[in-house]
């Protein structure tokens, strides 16, 4: 890879790479772009300036998922970067990006289910997400999912909410029967 691009439309063709060093690369260069390059605008807030930031948040979406963990942590501290850029304007991205988000809370690396419990609060933190909906759909296929991990990162995240949100954000009553049922956990 050459230069690095000047915009995240420059990085677009670079993020459908299966090379995983390449990815390594464009990652390390995009993380930097969107932390430290990224231009803000007249409200002094930050700038995404994407031709089409959907295809950009659907081609990153591989990376999470990927069998490389360097990889797949890249994916979720860019897709976190971008989540801080845009705030609510990630909204229309969050059903994308959801499913695969809590599929990773059950990585095998401590690593990955840190940071994807952390793009979880981000995304409440940003108001992308409102703590409800994500419990809502928690409730739905994290606390019964077939993986323990998973099952166990969705208590510590609904420990993390509490503790920042506090109840008022959120109807635990509907959570007690799955908070219950976990008790019971074959992998406590």
């Not at 002094?44 to 797949?72: A, H, M, R």
């Not at 609904?158 to 109807?171: E, H, I």
Request: with cysteine; glycine share 4%; charged share 20%.
């Amino acid at each position: 890879m050459g230069s690095t691009p000047t915009d995240l439309d420059g990085f677009l063709p670079l993020l459908t790479t299966a090379d995983t060093k390449a990815k390594l690369t464009i990652g390390a260069k995009l993380h930097t772009y969107l932390s430290e390059i990224l231009s803000t605008n007249e409200d002094g807030e930050p700038s995404i300036q994407c031709s089409d930031i959907g295809l950009f948040v659907d081609s990153l979406l591989p990376w999470i998922t990927s069998s490389n963990y360097k990889v797949s942590l890249q994916g979720l501290e860019i897709m976190i970067e971008l989540c801080d850029k845009m705030r609510t304007d990630f909204k229309p991205f969050v059903a994308a990006v959801l499913p695969v988000t809590i599929d990773r809370l059950g990585d095998s690396k401590e690593t990955i289910r840190e940071k994807s419990q952390f793009f979880l609060m981000k995304l409440m933190e940003t108001e992308s997400i409102s703590v409800q909906y994500l419990f809502d759909r928690l409730a739905a296929s994290g606390f019964t999912h077939k993986n323990s991990n998973v099952r166990e990162q969705c208590l510590k995240l609904l420990d993390s909410t509490l503790v920042t949100y506090g109840t008022k954000a959120l109807t635990v009553s509907k959570l007690v029967p799955f908070i219950v049922k976990l008790l019971s956990d074959p992998n406590s």
